[in-house]
C-alpha cells in the first residue's frame, strides 16, 4: 500500500521553465512533508520542507504546496536548470520529530531540464 | 559528501548467502537509519538506532536484523537472501532521535545484487 504517490515517473523540461512536481498521500496523520533530491551514486539531500499548518514555502527558486484537503503536494522550480536534473523523491511524516517521525518516500520522479 | 559512509558501494552475492552493509554516521550524529530503494518500491524505512539502541522499526524483513556499536557506526545484516532483496541500501544520521526529520544525512548508498 503506497501511501506517499508519485504518479509520474518522468517530467522534461526546457531550461528557464517552470517543472512541476507533484505528490498525492493517503494517510491523514501525515504532518509535515518533504522532498529530497537525489543525483546517481549519491545519497538522497533534504531539498525543501512544509508544515500541515501552511499552504505554501518557499526557497529562492524552490516552492512546495499543500493542499491538504486534496491530499496533495507539489514542488514548483522557477526556472528550472540544467542542474536540477534528478531524481526528486516526496516523502512525509506524522510529526516533526520524536516517534513518529520516520519518513514514507513516494518513488520518485526524473526530472530532466534540457538546455 | 554528506560525510555518512557506507562500504561497500556494491555487492553482488548468490541467493541463500549472508551480507554485511556497514555505514559510519557523521561525527556526533547519534542516531542512524536504514532505508532500502528497490526497482518497485520508492525508499522504504527499515530501521532506525539512536545510541546504540534501536528506537523504531519499519518494512524490515525478519531475515534482516542490524546493530549500532558503541563507536556508534551501525550494520545491517541480510541473510537468506532472494533475488527480490537486490536493491539499493541507504544509511542516513542525524544527531539525535529528537532532531527534525529534515536533518538526516543520507550516505550514498551500497547497491546490492543477488543473483
Known amino acids: 500500500d503506497q501511501q506517499v504517490k508519485q504518479n509520474s515517473p518522468s517530467l522534461s523540461v526546457q531550461e528557464g521553465r517552470i517543472s512541476i512536481l507533484n505528490c498525492d498521500y493517503t494517510n491523514s496523520m501525515f504532518d509535515y512533508f518533504l522532498w529530497y533530491k537525489k543525483y546517481p551514486a549519491e545519497g538522497p539531500t533534504f531539498l525543501i520542507s512544509i508544515s500541515s499548518i501552511k499552504d505554501k514555502n518557499e526557497d529562492g527558486r524552490f516552492t512546495v504546496f499543500l493542499n491538504k484537503s486534496a491530499k496533495h503536494l507539489s514542488l514548483h522550480i522557477v526556472p528550472s536548470q540544467p542542474g536540477d536534473s534528478a531524481v526528486y523523491f516526496c516523502a512525509a511524516s506524522g510529526s516533526t520529530t520524536g516517534a513518529n517521525s520516520k519518513l514514507t518516500f513516494g518513488k520518485g520522479i526524473t526530472l530532466s531540464v534540457r538546455p | ?115
Not at chain 2, 37 to 48: A, E, H, M, V
Not at chain 2, 90 to 115: I, M, W, Y
Request: hydrophobic share 30%; proline share 4%.
Open chain 2, 1 to 115: 559528501d554528506s560525510g555518512v559512509t557506507q562500504t561497500p558501494k556494491h555487492l553482488i552475492t548468490a541467493t541463500g548467502q549472508r551480507v554485511t552493509l556497514r555505514c559510519s554516521p557523521r561525527s556526533g550524529d547519534l542516531s542512524v537509519y536504514w532505508y532500502q530503494q528497490s526497482l518497485d518500491q520508492g525508499l522504504q524505512f527499515l530501521i532506525q538506532y539512536y545510541n546504540g539502541e534501536e528506537r523504531a522499526k519499519g518494512n524490515i524483513l525478519e531475515r534482516f536484523s542490524a546493530q549500532q556499536f558503541p563507536d556508534l557506526h551501525s550494520e545491517l545484516n541480510l541473510s537468506s537472501l532472494e533475488l527480490g532483496d537486490s536493491a539499493l541500501y541507504f544509511c542516513a544520521s542525524s544527531f539525535s532521535p529528537g532532531t527534525s526529520v529534515d536533518e538526516q544525512f543520507f550516505g550514498p548508498g551500497t547497491r546490492l545484487t543477488v543473483l
